[in-house]
């Protein structure tokens, strides 16, 4: 069965619509760069409203000290941290949560991921000013080399437009969607977030 993840979650309702269509995980973004960045006080709101659900809690930090990282998990009960910067392999052995760790790709692939013990390996689209949210996709033949696809999530661009390729073409079955199912960067679009939940779970 395919899996899906909502990242860049703000609002409430958004939310609780998620756990309703049964998303497998939902993503808050500690990054105050990002324009779906989410204050830990609200997103607590919003975690303990979930927690009657079986969705899974991923708290999405950039660069951040470890410390703070591993407070905000257990103030907010995530289920997973999810590491969207340089954090190096060590790091990674001081998060106290289950952890996914994302890699940028570009036009070329590279097996940094290899030296990572984390729970899942994110490939995203690779931009020198974001961190994810680009709306944009990358070539999925370039992670063809990771062996074991049911560690993978593919992020980067998918869309109601192309998700059925992507679970096609990428020989993946979990899909983290951002952008693609949004009115405005935070805010989601109801009826773009049923129809991407529905082609994935098909």
């Known amino acids: ?26 993503g808050f973004i500690f990054y105050k760069p990002s324009p779906r960045f989410i204050e830990v006080k609200r997103a607590k709101t919003i975690c303990n409203a979930l927690s009657k659900y079986p969705i899974k ?19 907010l009960s995530l289920d997973y941290v999810q590491l969207h910067g340089n954090e190096s392999p060590s790091f990674t052995n ?7 760790k994302a890699f940028s790709v570009s036009s070329v692939a590279n097996n940094d991921y290899t030296k990572y013990n984390v729970d899942y390996l994110l490939f995203d689209t690779f931009n020198k000013e974001l961190r994810g949210g680009t709306g944009k996709t990358f070539d999925w033949k370039l992670i063809s080399g990771v062996v074991n696809r049911e560690d993978i999530i593919l992020s980067g661009g998918l869309s109601i437009e192309n998700i059925n390729s992507a679970i096609k073409e990428s020989n993946t079955s979990f899909f983290d969607i951002c952008s693609g199912v949004e009115e405005s960067p935070g805010i989601k679009d109801v009826k773009k977030l049923e129809t991407i939940v529905r082609l994935i779970k098909l």
């Open 57 to 75: 809690k991923v708290g999405v930090f950039v660069d951040e000290e470890h410390f703070r990282i591993n407070k905000i998990a257990k103030e």
């Open 94 to 100: 001081k998060i106290k949560c289950k952890t996914i």
């Open 1 to 26: 069965m395919n899996k899906v993840k909502i990242c860049g979650l703000t609002k409430l309702d958004d939310a609780i619509l998620c756990a309703k269509l049964k998303v497998d995980f939902v």
